[in-house]
């Protein structure tokens, strides 16, 4: 699919090249030229200086063929209304802003535009680790009899094979993020201090899951 970003920081720089990686092409919009060098020297995508609710600058970027439209520029007001340029006067289908504002984040998802709100997802990541028990699963099947859930570790488990932890537990790791990027596992993965790991668990059962790895696993590492 083509992508325009709006906003080559480190967010929108590490997406478009992400993107690239994957087989998908870009069109990034940025108003300080030098904002591109982040790309690095093999970027060969549209980069376009300019600010995203421009006609000719989301023109020259590829809006009129784009699959979605993201704004992560430094301005929540910059983002919201490129956003809506793109949902309104291109009929783009797919359109994320960034908004540092939760208030106003949640004003603009009830009109139809999905958001991040940086300061809410950044507290509810701490949540997560602060009260692991408390919070809700991550996604759950519409049945309710299938929900995944970020589980915390303790520090014995590091060195040990994700299997193993599948064993003790009766339940599957669907993925792990490592240095930032999520990773599926394979049988032989190893456990590393900094992942983070979700599993796929029946309804009911996250708390003794997020028991069993919150201690140290029996038998030591494996």
Known sequence: MHVVIMGCGRVGSSLARSLVERGHTIGIIDQNPKAFRRLGPDFDETTVRGVGFDREVLAKAGINRADA??????????????????????????????????????????????????????????????????????????????????VLCDDAWYGSALSHLEQATGHRVAYITRFGRATLPTPSTVLQDGDQVYMLVADGDEEKIREIAGVAPQGGAA
């Open 69 to 150: 439209f993201v704004s992560v520029s430094s301005g929540d007001n910059s983002n919201i209304i490129a956003a809506r340029v793109a949902r309104e006067n291109y009929g783009v289908p797919n359109v994320i802003a960034r908004i540092y504002d939760p208030q106003r984040a949640s004003v603009y998802e009830r009109l139809g535009i999905p958001t991040v709100a940086t300061v809410r997802w950044t507290a509810d990541r701490l949540l997560r680790h602060l009260l692991p028990a408390d919070q809700e699963p991550l996604w759950r099947d519409p049945t309710a009899t299938l929900s995944m859930i970020e």
